[in-house]
């Protein structure tokens, strides 16, 4: 049997930063560190889409068995969200979907379930992808030490980045941090309590379980990703497990990109992945309720991947939020005009392919690119067309500011960028500095929350520089 393990990988960092400073600027202590802040139209799932498509990347979706998405912060409480990121991926309609949440190591129970489910023969490949956004009252403990972010795995057979050596789990009822069904805000235990029976209880009887299961010592591990709430606590605990300083990621995500909740081990995963050598080991600990370790072999394959979406480069392309107010807008903890936007059913329905799966038509007799859809080609008259899926990336054609428009971020930029491979599509640029904006600027699509319009989160796509 050929051996499983991950295809592919591929993260999503946000653009912007909130630095330690400005917490502390206002509500005292001392800053430090940075974290990740999505951008007022990103949520969990928009960013458990950019890290599927990053790890999808070249590859038809299509091909896909199963699509796992994970995280503790869902847009829906009673909607799959695994569905919508299938359907943006453009997976077939026979794509087995699970959504998992309710715990800190949905990423890492996602990650046994689909490597299992490869191991049987039901899924040939399968794709997880984990994304969290959690939220704190503004001024508490926590708000410093969590970050946004996402990170997506496709698993299989043959051709592997990293072989999968194996796994442990087990469950214990604990309370530490939690959240319940009609709260806003996340609830923390004393840290003391938690950390002394929770973190440094848990994570090294699965670490321990790990190793009897294996056979393998720990001067064996290459690398090791240990979930952490905290920098600090990611060092005490590498030293608890009884790994050396040299296991740990050369990237500190914690000081970088912040607790990004059931996303962390993955993204870590991720990390490791670009610091490591063919025949490396990498363990990965989920935490939440119990512990999962599993670990992963690099092949040969981790040499010579574009990493121009990985988790370095994205870190390099981080700007700063200038200020604390700025956050509190983006999270809605502040009064802001919203636009009471109209959603109509049918049209959601009728226009699925276009909207979300990004289909367009090729004409027939003049092969001219048509979007949104039409009855007419706009180049030939003709009425005869084939489904064709536009590219993500393109050039601006022409663009304009609108100061008028209710934004948590304003101004307003519309674009109109000519597509590679044909097609023109008119859409918001995000993530930009309006100054920088200019005609025949690279920008490429991304997945983003439009509005609430029927009471839904309503998604569409949206321009931003290219990465």
Same mark, same amino acid.
């Given at each position: 049997?050929?051996?499983?393990g991950?295809?592919?990988?591929?993260?999503h960092?946000?653009?912007?930063?909130l630095?330690? +400073?400005?917490f502390?600027?206002? &509500?005292?202590?001392?800053?430090?560190g +940075?974290?990740?802040?999505?951008?007022?139209?990103?949520?969990?799932?928009?960013?458990?889409?950019?890290?599927g498509l990053?790890a999808l990347e070249?590859?038809?979706?299509?091909?896909?068995d199963?699509?796992?998405?994970?995280?503790?912060?869902?847009?829906y409480?009673?909607?799959?969200?695994?569905?919508?990121?299938?359907?943006v991926?453009?997976?077939?309609?026979?794509?087995? =979907?699970?959504d998992?949440g309710?715990s800190?190591?949905?990423?890492?129970? /996602?990650?046994?379930?689909?490597?299992? /489910?490869?191991?049987?023969?039901s899924?040939?490949?399968?794709?997880?992808?984990?994304?969290?956004?959690?939220?704190?009252?503004?001024?508490? +403990?926590?708000e410093?030490?969590?970050?946004?972010?996402?990170?997506?795995?496709?698993?299989g057979?043959?051709?592997?980045?990293a072989?999968?050596?194996?796994?442990?789990g087990?469950v214990?009822?604990?309370?530490?941090?939690?959240?319940? /069904?009609?709260?806003?805000?996340?609830?923390a235990?004393?840290?003391?309590? =938690?950390?002394?029976?929770?973190?440094?209880?848990?994570?090294?009887?699965? =670490?321990?379980?790990?190793?009897?299961?294996t056979?393998? $010592?720990?001067?064996?591990?290459?690398?090791?990703?240990?979930?952490?709430?905290?920098?600090?606590?990611?060092?005490?605990?590498?030293l608890?497990?009884?790994f050396?300083?040299?296991?740990a990621?050369?990237?500190?995500?914690?000081?970088?990109?912040g607790?990004v909740g059931?996303?962390?081990?993955?993204?870590?995963?991720?990390a490791?992945?670009?610091e490591?050598?063919p025949?490396?080991?990498?363990l990965?600990?989920?935490?939440?309720?119990?512990a999962?370790?599993?670990l992963?072999?690099?092949?040969? $394959?981790?040499r010579?991947?574009?990493?121009?979406?990985?988790?370095?480069a994205?870190?390099?392309?981080?700007?700063p939020?200038? @200020?604390?107010?700025?956050?509190?807008?983006?999270?809605?903890?502040?009064?802001?005009?919203?636009?009471k936007?109209?959603?109509?059913?049918?049209?959601?329905?009728?226009e +699925?392919?276009?909207?979300?799966?990004l289909?367009?038509?090729?004409c027939?007799?003049?092969? /001219?690119?048509?979007?949104?859809r039409?009855?007419?080609?706009?180049?030939?008259?003709g009425?005869e067309?084939?489904?064709h899926r536009?590219s993500?990336?393109?050039?601006v054609?022409?663009?304009?500011?609108?100061?008028l428009?209710?934004?948590?971020?304003?101004?307003?930029?519309m674009?109109?960028?000519?597509?590679?491979?044909?097609?023109?599509?008119?859409?918001?640029?995000?993530?930009c500095?309006?100054?920088?904006?200019?005609?025949?600027?690279?920008?490429?699509?991304?997945?983003?929350?439009? @509005?609430e319009?029927?009471e839904?989160?309503?998604?569409? &796509?949206?321009?931003?520089?290219?990465?």
């Amino acid at each position: 049997m050929a051996e499983i393990g991950i295809t592919g990988i591929g993260v999503h960092i946000p653009r912007y930063r909130l630095a330690g +400073e400005l917490f502390a600027q206002v &509500w005292g202590g001392a800053g430090s560190g +940075e974290r990740a802040v999505a951008n007022y139209d990103e949520d969990s799932l928009t960013m458990a889409v950019e890290a599927g498509l990053a790890a999808l990347e070249g590859r038809d979706a299509r091909g896909l068995d199963a699509v796992f998405f994970a995280s503790t912060t869902p847009p829906y409480a009673e909607k799959s969200c695994a569905v919508l990121l299938a359907t943006v991926a453009d997976c077939g309609r026979e794509v087995m =979907v699970v959504d998992l949440g309710g715990s800190l190591r949905a990423g890492t129970t /996602a990650l046994r379930l689909a490597l299992d /489910a490869v191991r049987a023969g039901s899924s040939r490949e399968a794709l997880v992808a984990a994304a969290d956004l959690r939220a704190v009252a503004p001024g508490s +403990e926590l708000e410093p030490t969590l970050g946004d972010g996402a990170a997506a795995v496709p698993l299989g057979q043959g051709e592997v980045l990293a072989t999968y050596e194996g796994g442990y789990g087990f469950v214990q009822e604990f309370s530490d941090v939690w959240r319940k /069904a009609d709260e806003r805000f996340l609830q923390a235990g004393d840290p003391t309590f =938690v950390r002394a029976w929770g973190y440094e209880r848990l994570i090294p009887e699965a =670490v321990a379980g790990l190793l009897a299961r294996t056979g393998l $010592r720990r001067e064996e591990i290459t690398k090791v990703v240990p979930y952490a709430p905290d920098a600090r606590l990611a060092s005490a605990l590498l030293l608890a497990l009884g790994f050396p300083d040299a296991a740990a990621l050369k990237t500190p995500l914690l000081e970088r990109v912040g607790n990004v909740g059931c996303a962390s081990p993955l993204l870590g995963l991720a990390a490791a992945l670009e610091e490591a050598a063919p025949g490396d080991r990498i363990l990965v600990v989920g935490y939440g309720s119990g512990a999962d370790a599993l670990l992963f072999r690099a092949t040969g $394959r981790v040499r010579g991947r574009d990493t121009r979406r990985g988790v370095a480069a994205q870190l390099a392309r981080g700007r700063p939020l200038r @200020h604390y107010g700025k956050y509190l807008q983006f999270r809605r903890l502040v009064e802001t005009e919203v636009i009471k936007a109209f959603t109509g059913l049918p049209v959601m329905a009728r226009e +699925e392919a276009q909207d979300l799966r990004l289909h367009g038509q090729r004409c027939r007799a003049c092969g /001219a690119v048509q979007y949104p859809r039409r009855h007419l080609c706009w180049n030939c008259s003709g009425k005869e067309f084939e489904e064709h899926r536009l590219s993500r990336r393109g050039k601006v054609f022409t663009f304009t500011k609108d100061h008028l428009v209710p934004s948590p971020d304003p101004p307003v930029i519309m674009v109109a960028a000519d597509l590679e491979g044909g097609g023109r599509f008119y859409t918001q640029l995000t993530d930009c500095d309006p100054a920088e904006v200019g005609f025949e600027m690279p920008v490429e699509l991304t997945f983003r929350r439009f @509005h609430e319009g029927g009471e839904l989160a309503n998604y569409f &796509w949206k321009f931003r520089p290219a990465l």
